[in-house]
């Protein structure tokens, strides 16, 4: 493996505990603070389409770094959870492009999906479920348990993509209710 994916791994790694943290800031901000004056929920309010867009946008670039660069083959779980991914690109794009916020509840049930796939994605990549959507090695297929990258004791392709999905679940439900009259 080329020393240039080593670092990508950590920067990775590194913006997925930030993203966690960030997604942490606005759970306790709206359990706690929910007002509508409240300065980091209007923050994540104004730039909800734009930070969707980037996230979106990463996620698919380094999904098809992964697999089409470096050759890491995607599993089954890996592609149904990049079926939930992809369209959050169009989706966020099309918001931006348009300006008409008819995206909102299309992209939370994509990214609800999409977390869900990646939980139980965690399960059968620790070894604690074996499913039926995991290929079986010895005929050719990807093992759904092989980790490319493990950083930090935790952080893992389908820890990033749940990650990813969550902050897009949380940045949309603040927007609706940010939003309200």
Not at 6 to 18: M, R, S, W
Not at 118 to 128: L, P
Not at 136 to 150: H, K, L, N, T
Not at 158 to 179: C, E, G, V, W
Request: hydrophobic share 50%; glycine share 6%; proline share 4%.
């Amino acid at each position: 493996m080329p020393a240039y994916v080593e670092i990508v791994n950590k920067i990775l790694a590194l913006g997925t505990i930030f993203l966690q943290i960030v997604i942490l800031l606005i759970a306790l901000n709206f359990i706690f603070n929910r007002s509508r004056n409240n300065k980091i929920l209007i923050f994540f309010k104004d730039y909800t389409f734009y930070l969707g867009f980037l996230i979106a946008l990463g996620a698919v670039a380094l999904s098809l770094f992964y697999s089409e660069i470096v050759g890491f083959p995607p599993c089954e779980l890996c592609w149904i959870q990049r079926i939930f991914l992809y369209p959050q690109l169009v989706l966020f794009g099309m918001e931006l492009y348009k300006k008409e916020k008819s995206i909102v509840d299309f992209s939370i049930v994509f990214a609800i999906l999409g977390a869900i796939t990646s939980i139980y994605h965690v399960f059968v990549e620790s070894g604690a479920l074996t499913g039926p959507a995991c290929a079986d090695p010895s005929r050719g297929g990807v093992s759904c348990a092989i980790r490319y990258i493990y950083e930090f004791g935790y952080v893992t392709m389908p820890i990033m993509a749940l990650t990813m999905s969550l902050f897009i679940i949380s940045i949309l439900l603040n927007y609706k209710y940010m939003s309200k009259n």
